[in-house]
């Protein structure tokens, strides 16, 4: 026992020695690599920037330096579009970093480098690599089809439209990256979306109205109003909420039935949406939800019909007990 | 053997006992905080944080400020919460009463002008006198009500809440300008699952703070502080990534916390006949969650930093130290039913067992423990040569896991620029298993008495305002 014991003192003391030794090789190690990097790149950001303005091509370099320089091209990659950004392309192409890159994502075992190939991609930008990415949102790993994701708007790939949103219809990636990714894509995405209206999935259908709401205009509306009569709740909502950017009078009628709506959530949207619209024939509707509906609707009710009306708001307030209309006022007498 | 040799000699074999399985543990949790940290920090760069920060689609977060007597650091405070890097948030100042310029100061510095705000009545609270919005910053708005407590005051924010998740936030912590995304993104990743999720908390005294931010972090001079700073390291980056790998966390600190407005609800808000209500509402959460059958994720992220400022003197720390120890007990109290029962899963079998026989009852071996072993030694029935080599055994062990811990923040966090911060703490490291400890455990065997007298309330809170020099 007590040659145990020895045993483990003189093991933990060996161990302690060599964390204490990793520990202060690291910080020596790190702190140089460090300024060796920073000293490089400030040699190289000249002739990088010289590149990227067109006023020359770059010179011969090491194998570290091309790393620098790639980092930094990566980087800008992320922030320029236009001629800077074809040299960019044209310059990881010509260095075989997109193959490369694409070998990577479809082929590296640790999910980790599959994943920074995808981001990679996207940074680079090579308009070649779409369907390989619209690929890679079916691979078995979250991260992967994350990064895909990004880079496919980042590519501003249509492609990759009807595939994304199914994707966070299926919450493979998250809503807030493919949302992101398709609204990058603006209007060249609203035939696309307008498709997906008819998708057999309501999860499908909600995501792609509501990134019409965002990149759609005034002519979409029809088709999202119809929105209003779906059998999903979570359809129904998505379509209010929209009708809030892209409604017109012709939706009046839709949306103060939607008003009474079984789902709070669709009746909150619907208040916002005839708030928006500025009519003041849904002023009577929007006060009695204001008043009775659930904490939700009655706050969006009051907010949309002190937006249509205040003054009326304030003198029904004074004889009434909604609390959301008296915050509704107060909060309109502060803008 | 006489009884009373019986006696000494089965408590040496269970303080051993303990020592190896707490020790052990500990390792364990080491090597996969370890490979979890790793893999985090590269998910992180791939994750589409910065996407989420730019798409609309991002859910809104509720942040709540709970404040009793917080005159001295509420200004910077509520200034580093508006400076957060997200894109849907409003903050709900809650005024608990306070006795001092609390609600006064916070008034003028963000002219704060008095609004009649609806509130939920989801959760009952001790009546609130006034609400107010900021007229600068519209996303701000402050409850002023009658003193109930800090879980009452967060009660009342989470009915004041406009947005689906609420993040609670201690009134002298500072949060990181990203950190709330950072918190969020188990959420944004797996919103149908991920219920709450915690933050790691950093020691700022010693930083130094600008506008609410900390621009430059070194160690405090405090050699208290000092200690605690390790100490964190190893709760959080130990303790709580490891628990997190088995979805069994129970800790989600109170000074910032995010959780699922709906699952607060759900479960009736915080407690408010508890010190400890961060952690009593997280094992309620998981009990609802489990008792329900849903699928769910209760994490803990390790980038997100909030900057809390620790007890310099001796009397606060110990203190605090005390009202931790009483609130893990009044948990364990109140939710003895799910302790070992299989029906919770790890929470139940793994996580609860821990909490009660090596947090809650461990300071009981380990203050009566040594001494007993020493009788024991005394009447012969332990070898020199044995106890001295468990002690150095049993003390190298705690030094070689601290260290441990400083290798993984250096790692994979490396906040401390300073090299010779670093040769410090390593130095601490020591006496943070020989002394700290040891007083710890003296602190919470106090609160076991604390709890047999049925003490209630926090007791005095000295705050001397985040950033500004210490008068302890």
Request: a positive charge; proline letters at 4%.
């Amino acid at each position: 026992m007590i040659r145990a014991f020895a045993f483990g003192v003189i093991a933990l003391g060996g161990l302690n020695s060599i964390l204490l030794g990793i520990l202060a090789w690291r910080r020596i190690r790190v702190a140089g690599a460090a300024r060796r990097r920073a000293r490089l790149e400030e040699r190289l950001r000249p002739v990088t920037l010289a590149f990227l303005d067109g006023d020359g091509e770059l010179p011969p370099l090491t194998r570290r330096e091309q790393e620098i320089v790639a980092d930094a091209l990566g980087e800008y990659a992320r922030k320029l579009r236009g001629p800077a950004r074809g040299r960019i392309v044209a310059y990881f192409e010509s260095q075989g970093t997109v193959d490369r890159e694409l070998a990577a994502l479809a082929t590296a075992r640790p999910a980790w480098r599959r994943a920074a190939a995808a981001h990679r991609l996207g940074d680079i930008g090579s308009a070649r690599v779409g369907d390989e990415l619209v690929g890679a949102l079916a691979d078995d790993d979250r991260d992967v089809r994350t990064a895909a994701a990004r880079s496919l708007g980042k590519l501003r790939h249509v492609g990759g439209v009807e595939p994304l949103l199914a994707a966070a219809a299926a919450s493979a990636v998250p809503t807030a990256v493919a949302s992101w990714a398709t609204l990058q894509m603006g209007a060249d995405a609203r035939p696309a979306l307008l498709r997906m209206l008819a998708a057999d999935e309501p999860a499908e259908r909600a995501g792609a109205i509501s990134v019409l709401a965002l990149v759609g205009d005034a002519a979409d509306g029809r088709a999202v109003s119809a929105g209003l009569g779906d059998a999903s709740a979570s359809v129904r909502a998505a379509a209010a909420h929209a009708l809030a950017r892209l409604g017109a009078e012709r939706d009046l009628e839709a949306l103060l039935l939607a008003l009474d709506d079984p789902s709070p959530d669709v009746r909150a949207a619907a208040a916002t949406a005839l708030g928006r619209l500025r009519d003041s024939r849904a002023l009577v509707g929007l006060v009695a939800h204001a008043i009775e509906d659930a904490f939700d609707v009655a706050q969006a009710a009051a907010r949309a019909a002190v937006a249509l009306d205040a003054a009326a708001c304030a003198r029904i307030e004074a004889t009434s007990d909604g609390p959301h209309l008296a915050e509704a006022v107060d909060l309109a007498q502060l803008a | 053997m006489s009884v009373l040799e019986i006696v000494f000699v089965v408590t040496a074999a269970v303080t051993i006992a303990y020592f190896v399985c707490l020790n052990g543990l500990y390792a364990v949790f080491t090597l996969v905080a370890a490979r979890s940290l790793r893999r985090h920090l590269q998910r992180r760069a791939y994750g589409g944080l910065e996407e989420a920060f730019d798409s609309p689609f991002t859910p809104g977060i509720t942040v709540i400020l709970p404040a009793f007597n917080e005159s001295a650091g509420i200004v910077e405070s509520v200034r580093s919460l508006l400076a957060l890097r997200y894109p849907r948030f409003e903050i709900v100042v809650v005024n608990d009463g306070s006795t001092d310029e609390t609600l006064a100061r916070a008034r003028e510095a963000f002219d704060l002008v008095p609004i009649r705000k609806a509130l939920r009545d989801a959760i009952s609270t001790k009546p609130v006198r006034a609400t107010y919005v900021s007229r600068r910053h519209r996303n701000l708005s402050l409850v002023d009500k009658e003193n109930g407590g800090k879980a009452d005051a967060l009660n009342a924010g989470i009915n004041a809440a406009r947005h689906p998740y609420v993040c609670a936030i201690d009134a002298d912590a500072l949060i990181e300008p990203n950190a709330l995304l950072e918190v969020a993104a188990p959420i944004l990743d797996d919103p149908e699952r991920v219920v709450a999720t915690g933050g790691i908390v950093r020691i700022a005294n010693g930083c130094t703070i600008d506008h609410g931010r900390v621009v430059d972090v070194r160690l405090p001079s405090s050699r208290l502080a000092v200690l605690q700073v390790i100490e964190y390291f190893r709760a959080f980056l130990v303790g709580r990534v490891g628990w997190t790998s088995m979805n069994a966390l129970l800790i989600i600190s109170g000074a910032f916390g995010l959780f699922q407005r709906q699952a607060v609800e759900e479960v009736g808000g915080y407690w408010t006949e508890t010190v400890g209500e961060d952690v009593e509402l997280v094992v309620r959460i998981h009990r609802h969650q489990r008792d329900r059958g849903t699928p769910y994720r209760i994490a803990f992220v390790p980038d997100p930093v909030c900057w809390t400022e620790a007890p310099e003197g001796i009397r606060t720390l110990s203190r605090q130290r005390r009202r931790w120890h009483r609130g893990l007990g009044q948990t364990l109290w109140r939710h003895r039913g799910a302790i070992g029962n299989p029906r919770y899963g790890a929470l139940g079998l793994v996580g609860l067992p821990y909490f009660l026989v090596f947090e809650f009852l461990g300071p009981v071996v380990e203050v009566v423990g040594p001494p007993l072993t020493l009788v024991a030694f005394l009447l012969g029935k332990l070898s020199l040569l044995f106890l001295v080599a468990f002690l150095v055994v049993a003390f190298l062990l705690g030094i070689v896991l601290t260290t441990a811990a400083l290798a993984l923040e250096e790692f994979n966090f490396r906040r401390h620029p300073k090299g010779r911060d670093v040769v410090r703490m390593l130095a601490y490291a020591v006496f943070e298993n020989i002394g700290y400890r040891q007083l710890n455990d003296l602190w919470r065997m106090l609160a076991l008495v604390d709890l047999a007298r049925r003490k209630r309330g926090w007791g005095a809170q000295v705050r001397r305002g985040i950033g500004r020099p210490s008068t302890e």
